[in-house]
């Protein structure tokens, strides 16, 4: 809480009934009138002075479509330079972490999915990483496979709607229409397997929900085709127009030392010249075992940022073809039926429910049987106790998971490591000392998903 300019009898001057009635809860105290609203723009502003001042404080956000909807910058302007600025967060927040301690272990699946909304296959591989490491099970190989060929997918379709939307808001709106298009590609082969566009559920301790369906493959190698096509559009629009050079060239400076500082990891690390990427340096689900180089610029600002990106593109391009030349027959499940979701859910005759003899084996011929159905659907399978911290390279840096496990049937913590939230540290270096317009460009540049951030 902090000090106003106001006092008590020009508040109540100026007020009237129906007004205080939608008006925050005010205190009054020795003449001073304190706010319970938050007092971090009471603060800004009172330090202000409006007549004798060049300074004025901007709030840009969370309502503002550059600052993604659910973002608030509260900006200190001298003129149209930025003098301070301070990122705040948390109006998206929706306990995600809290509500997996209260389900079992596969119904965890279906919560971090919803984490970052735009990558949600990597949100669902870690978490499910670091329940199979408490578990100490081994994924069947086509279903890890599979996983690498589907988080790729997710890469490119995440990197597409920051190309996109860093087009819209720096003025290229063609970028936006062709990221968008060229999506639409990639959540069409999400459909096809998964059954869902976005928050899929797909991936689960122990392997997938299910295998890949008749046509899939021929579905990846279509786009696999067309997507070079799409890069080439992007890069004969944007490459050479001055208009976009001008707005991302030098703009929004990070070096290394300053990502390193502040956590800072994925696109905008490799964009200052630095190769981390935990696919080659800690590799998971067999990436070692692919060929692709990791995609690095020296420039350190908004433009490295979008060189990096299409890069990436392409090195995902060449892992989702090794993929599907990797992919053998073989089950995408764990064996053991104690761990195994779905389990035993052969659909009926009618496309729905359990299948007729699965139903007669459980209610009729072993009673076995029946109490493992009911104990798995409705308290889950016991993970051994312990602690995992399980990190991956998701579009936006490294995406961690620690888990703690107290022997029973839900997790006893889960904490993401999410950097969407880390990265949004480095925002007032980005912006403190440039101009009010390369605001726009130096947050677009880091690619925030505040579902993320606000998880």
Same mark, same amino acid.
């Given at each position: ?7 008590? *009898? ?25 706010? &319970? ?27 503002? #479509? ?41 119904? @965890?699946?279906? %919560? ?67 990221? %968008?298009? *060229? ?23 122990? @392997? ?54 502040? @956590? ?82 052969? !659909? ?21 049987? !029946?109490?493992?159905? %009911? ?9 051994? #106790? ?16 620690? $888990? ?11 904490? $993401? ?31 925030? &998903? ?6």
């Amino acid at each position: 809480m902090s000090d106003t300019t106001n006092t008590p *009898d020009a508040f109540a001057a100026g007020s009237n009934e129906a007004d205080d009635a939608y008006a925050p809860e005010r205190a009054t105290t020795e003449g001073r009138v304190f706010t &319970v609203t938050g007092g971090d723009w009471d603060e800004l502003v009172s330090q202000v002075d409006p007549v004798n001042d060049d300074r004025l404080v901007v709030n840009m956000g969370p309502q503002h #479509p550059s600052t993604h909807g659910v973002l608030r910058l509260v900006c200190e302007l001298e003129g149209e330079t930025v003098r301070s600025l301070r990122p705040v967060v948390g109006y998206l927040h929706t306990g995600i972490e809290k509500n997996v301690e209260y389900r079992t272990w596969t119904q @965890g699946s279906t %919560f971090v999915t919803r984490a970052d909304y735009l990558a949600p296959l990597f949100n669902e591989t870690a978490y499910c990483l670091g329940v199979e490491k408490l578990l100490g099970v081994e994924v069947p190989e086509r279903a890890t496979t599979i996983r690498v060929l589907m988080m790729e997918l997710n890469r490119i379709a995440s990197h597409l709607v920051c190309l996109a939307t860093t087009g819209m808001e720096l003025g290229a709106l063609s970028m936006m229409i062709y990221g %968008f298009r *060229d999506r639409e590609h990639i959540l069409d082969i999400f459909e096809a397997v998964c059954g869902l566009r976005m928050n899929m559920a797909y991936v689960r301790p122990g @392997g997938l929900a299910q295998d890949l369906p008749a046509g899939a493959e021929k579905l990846i190698r279509d786009f696999l085709a067309y997507m070079p096509k799409g890069l080439d559009d992007y890069e004969n629009l944007l490459n050479d127009n001055i208009i976009w050079k001008e707005r991302t060239q030098g703009v929004a400076y990070l070096d290394v030392s300053g990502c390193l500082s502040l @956590g800072v990891t994925g696109p905008v690390l490799r964009s200052a010249g630095l190769p981390w990427d935990l696919r080659k340096t800690m590799p998971y689900c067999g990436y070692e075992n692919y060929d692709f180089e990791v995609a690095t610029h020296n420039g350190a600002d908004a433009w490295g940022r979008y060189l990096v990106r299409i890069e990436e593109i392409r090195q995902s391009l060449r892992i989702i073809e090794q993929a599907l030349d990797r992919l053998q027959p073989g089950p995408v499940m764990v064996e053991d039926k104690k761990i195994a979701w779905p389990a035993q859910l052969s !659909l009926g005759g009618d496309g729905l429910g359990n299948s007729l003899n699965h139903v007669r084996h459980i209610m009729s011929q072993s009673m076995e049987a !029946l109490i493992h159905h %009911f104990k798995l659907v409705t308290e889950g399978f016991r993970v051994p #106790p312990g602690q995992v911290y399980v990190p991956i390279e998701a579009p936006r840096g490294e995406l961690g998971v620690h $888990m703690v496990s107290d022997g029973g049937t839900r997790p006893y913590r889960m904490h $993401m490591r999410e950097p969407s939230f880390i990265n949004l540290q480095c925002v007032p270096a980005l912006a403190e000392g440039g101009m009010l317009s390369d605001v726009i460009a130096g947050g677009a540049s880091l690619d925030p &998903v505040m579902g993320g951030c606000d998880r």
